[in-house]
């Protein structure tokens, strides 16, 4: 019989550190340190990890190495071993119920690392707040607002733990939740914390349960009943035991597949235990350091020689900057300059530039006290100036002042730039800005600082053409009872105004030639202000209707129609240069006249 920790990993093939292995890579290195006894076959594909440290013990160390780098699990097949990311069938039919292929079996729980809120951290005690949220599942997400509602603000997290889909199952009212806190100090991406961390809540959002059963293998009678496998999820069924159709795997069987009188012996559990060869690679390793230091029962003097050689260089390297003072703490003195000193003591940590007799910069458990501070702060989700509404605060959305809520507060600046004030002082000016609505009060406001322009302020509203001449304005004088809007030519002499008074007067006057043109021109006629008069003021000397007809005027046209009609009476009439003769009979004035 052949077993892996009975071959020792070659020093040749050890890796010291390595970056983008692929797992392939490291088996062959096993298999190759086997003399190809052992066979170890990669049946699916892994994502390359970064290596450190493999080979530096026996083949079973280097294997349990490569099973937690790359997170595979083992099938053995006699000397052939499949690395796959989860072996056995995870749709098996196999049942374990009491009354049908249950021999013996005894229950074990453990509810000691249950955990249903994973708090997680990793280098630096860097976190995933202030990551998008969109990193999250949607479930995810629906049961950090459930847990917190501020877990997430503006599409952003603001805290760094994952709530388990069983919360509410364990929960109680004293215990809302289990908590735990995973480190991960090998890893800088985000990314790959949340997926540990979602490794590690699923292996502990439930009690840890082991069933060890004898079993009747019934398929060795019916070969239609399924067969127990090495990593199957198969189902226990026993009310005594409270077990009803619990799912869990098959993590250890010992079968005996060519005696019918000899029971299969199974190892059911939601979690999977380190088996018995994990536990001694593990062992081997930490035997081999301890004998490194003891030898046949007695301590090897060369080994605890080279221990205190490398502590008495330490301790001569810190000799001249470590001092431990009579009355307690640690101090830290600089070499080329001894009044520069740092002190650690219960009380907290202190710096000095003048041998202790002020401290320049101190921290300790009220806070931290410093004259200066050199250099730009950390990665802070967020700072909280003053309590209750009286805060101001700089977060992952903007800053903010005057209200806790940061929606709610009267002045905002977010971080797309816009600002949100409730009132504000401007000084300068504002460029390349869009005004949506309010008020705006102010001396002057234009549309350019040289001459073609548009200017509003406090005489009114002007308008100037390119050489800066005055074209348009709208004055805010009232002389008068009037308001005008006047108009200037092109040298700035006033050229004319409409303007309009108290008891509804409105003028429109020019200074030499008022011109009113359009298809049609009409005065009067609006039902609003009916016209009831149009009247021609004194001053007016001419009308000149020369280059027009004049039609739809009545009374001009009955003054038409009666001229008309004196003319057809005086037809009839003699011409004014008529004459004829008249005879008289004969009498006192007879005779014969001419009359005209």
Same mark, same amino acid.
């Not at 071959?7 to 490291?26: C, D, N, R, T």
């Not at 009220?366 to 009286?390: D, H, P, R, Y």
């Given at each position: 019989?052949?077993?892996?920790?009975?071959?020792?990993?070659?020093?040749?093939?050890?890796?010291?550190?390595?970056?983008?292995?692929?797992?392939?890579?490291?088996?062959?290195?096993?298999?190759?340190?086997?003399?190809?006894?052992?066979?170890?076959?990669?049946?699916?594909?892994?994502?390359?990890?970064?290596?450190?440290?493999?080979?530096?013990?026996?083949?079973?160390?280097?294997?349990?190495?490569?099973?937690?780098?790359?997170?595979?699990?083992?099938?053995?097949?006699?000397?052939?071993?499949?690395?796959?990311?989860?072996?056995?069938?995870?749709?098996?039919?196999?049942?374990?119920?009491?009354?049908?292929?249950?021999?013996?079996?005894?229950?074990?729980?453990?509810?000691?690392?249950?955990?249903?809120?994973?708090?997680?951290?990793?280098?630096?005690?860097?976190?995933?707040?202030?990551?998008?949220?969109?990193?999250?599942?949607?479930?995810?997400?629906?049961?950090?607002?459930?847990?917190?509602?501020?877990?997430?603000?503006?599409?952003?997290?603001?805290?760094?733990?994952?709530?388990?889909?069983?919360?509410?199952?364990?929960?109680?009212?004293?215990?809302?939740?289990?908590?735990?806190?995973?480190?991960?100090?090998?890893?800088?991406?985000?990314?790959?914390?949340?997926?540990?961390?979602?490794?590690?809540?699923?292996?502990?959002?439930?009690?840890?349960?082991?069933?060890?059963?004898?079993? +009747?293998?019934?398929?060795?009678?019916?070969?239609?009943?399924?067969?127990?496998?090495?990593?199957?999820?198969?189902?226990?069924?026993?009310?005594?035991?409270?077990?009803?159709?619990?799912?869990?795997?098959?993590?250890?069987?010992?079968?005996?597949?060519?005696?019918?009188?000899?029971?299969?012996?199974?190892?059911?559990?939601?979690?999977?235990?380190?088996?018995?060869?994990?536990?001694?690679?593990?062992?081997?390793?930490?035997?081999?350091?301890?004998?490194?230091?003891?030898?046949?029962?007695?301590?090897?003097?060369?080994?605890?020689?080279?221990?205190?050689?490398?502590?008495?260089?330490?301790?001569?390297?810190?000799?001249?900057?470590?001092?431990?003072?009579?009355?307690?703490?640690?101090?830290?003195?600089?070499?080329?300059?001894?009044?520069?000193?740092?002190?650690?003591?219960? +009380?907290?940590?202190?710096?000095?530039?003048?041998?202790?007799?002020?401290?320049?910069?101190?921290?300790?458990?009220?806070?931290?006290?410093?004259?200066?501070?050199?250099?730009?702060?950390?990665?802070?989700?967020?700072?909280?100036?003053?309590?209750?509404?009286?805060?101001?605060?700089?977060?992952?959305?903007?800053?903010?002042?005057?209200?806790?809520?940061?929606?709610?507060?009267?002045?905002?600046?977010?971080?797309?730039?816009?600002?949100?004030?409730?009132?504000?002082?401007?000084?300068?000016?504002?460029?390349?800005?869009?005004?949506?609505?309010?008020?705006?009060?102010?001396?002057?406001?234009?549309?350019?600082?040289?001459?073609?322009?548009?200017?509003?302020?406090?005489?009114?509203?002007?308008?100037?053409?390119?050489?800066?001449?005055?074209?348009?304005?709208?004055?805010?004088?009232?002389?008068?009872?009037?308001?005008?809007?006047?108009?200037?030519?092109?040298?700035?002499?006033?050229?004319?105004?409409?303007?309009?008074?108290?008891?509804?007067?409105?003028?429109?006057?020019?200074?030499?030639?008022?011109?009113?043109?359009?298809?049609?021109?009409?005065?009067?006629?609006?039902?609003?202000?009916?016209?009831?008069?149009?009247?021609?003021?004194?001053?007016?000397?001419?009308?000149?209707?020369?280059?027009?007809?004049?039609?739809?005027?009545?009374?001009?046209?009955?003054?038409?129609?009666?001229?008309?009609?004196?003319?057809?009476?005086?037809?009839?009439?003699?011409?004014?240069?008529?004459?004829?003769?008249?005879?008289?009979?004969?009498?006192?004035?007879?005779?014969?006249?001419?009359?005209?």
């Amino acid at each position: 019989m052949y077993k892996l920790a009975d071959y020792k990993f070659p020093y040749a093939s050890y890796v010291a550190e390595g970056f983008g292995y692929q797992i392939s890579q490291l088996t062959t290195l096993i298999a190759a340190a086997t003399g190809g006894r052992f066979t170890i076959a990669v049946d699916d594909t892994f994502d390359l990890a970064d290596v450190k440290e493999f080979g530096g013990g026996n083949c079973l160390e280097a294997l349990n190495y490569v099973i937690d780098t790359y997170g595979a699990e083992v099938e053995p097949d006699n000397f052939t071993l499949h690395l796959r990311k989860k072996i056995g069938d995870a749709n098996s039919a196999l049942q374990y119920r009491v009354g049908k292929n249950i021999v013996s079996a005894s229950f074990t729980d453990d509810g000691g690392s249950l955990c249903t809120r994973l708090f997680a951290e990793m280098k630096d005690s860097r976190t995933w707040i202030g990551q998008p949220a969109s990193t999250l599942t949607t479930d995810e997400q629906a049961r950090l607002l459930a847990a917190d509602p501020n877990a997430i603000v503006d599409g952003k997290l603001t805290v760094n733990y994952l709530v388990s889909q069983y919360a509410g199952t364990w929960a109680s009212a004293s215990v809302p939740y289990y908590d735990d806190l995973l480190t991960e100090q090998d890893v800088t991406d985000p990314l790959k914390l949340l997926a540990a961390a979602r490794l590690r809540l699923a292996e502990r959002e439930v009690p840890a349960l082991e069933v060890s059963v004898s079993a +009747a293998d019934l398929y060795k009678l019916d070969s239609t009943e399924p067969r127990p496998g090495l990593g199957d999820t198969v189902t226990c069924v026993d009310p005594d035991m409270e077990l009803t159709h619990i799912t869990a795997r098959v993590t250890e069987l010992t079968e005996y597949p060519y005696a019918r009188d000899k029971h299969a012996q199974v190892t059911v559990a939601n979690v999977l235990r380190r088996d018995y060869a994990q536990i001694i690679a593990d062992l081997e390793s930490t035997r081999r350091a301890v004998d490194n230091v003891f030898s046949g029962g007695r301590i090897r003097a060369e080994a605890f020689e080279a221990y205190a050689a490398a502590a008495v260089k330490d301790i001569a390297n810190s000799k001249t900057e470590l001092i431990y003072p009579a009355e307690g703490g640690i101090l830290a003195q600089d070499k080329t300059n001894p009044l520069h000193q740092v002190r650690l003591t219960a +009380a907290g940590l202190g710096v000095s530039t003048d041998g202790w007799n002020t401290v320049r910069s101190a921290i300790t458990a009220t806070g931290v006290v410093a004259e200066t501070v050199v250099g730009q702060f950390g990665n802070f989700v967020s700072t909280l100036i003053g309590s209750g509404n009286n805060v101001v605060q700089i977060n992952t959305t903007g800053i903010a002042a005057g209200h806790a809520t940061f929606s709610s507060a009267p002045f905002r600046v977010y971080m797309n730039g816009d600002v949100v004030a409730r009132s504000i002082t401007l000084t300068g000016t504002i460029e390349d800005s869009d005004i949506t609505y309010g008020t705006i009060t102010g001396s002057t406001i234009q549309t350019d600082s040289t001459t073609r322009k548009i200017v509003l302020d406090g005489s009114g509203f002007r308008s100037f053409d390119s050489t800066g001449t005055r074209r348009i304005s709208i004055e805010t004088e009232d002389d008068f009872g009037v308001q005008e809007m006047r108009y200037y030519g092109p040298d700035g002499s006033y050229g004319g105004g409409i303007s309009g008074q108290n008891g509804g007067m409105f003028s429109i006057a020019a200074d030499s030639l008022l011109s009113l043109g359009g298809t049609t021109v009409v005065l009067g006629g609006d039902i609003d202000h009916p016209t009831n008069t149009i009247a021609v003021r004194d001053g007016v000397s001419t009308f000149d209707f020369s280059n027009v007809n004049v039609i739809n005027l009545p009374a001009l046209d009955a003054v038409v129609s009666d001229i008309a009609a004196i003319w057809t009476a005086l037809a009839g009439k003699a011409s004014v240069n008529h004459s004829h003769s008249v005879t008289i009979p004969p009498g006192s004035a007879g005779g014969t006249f001419t009359v005209s």
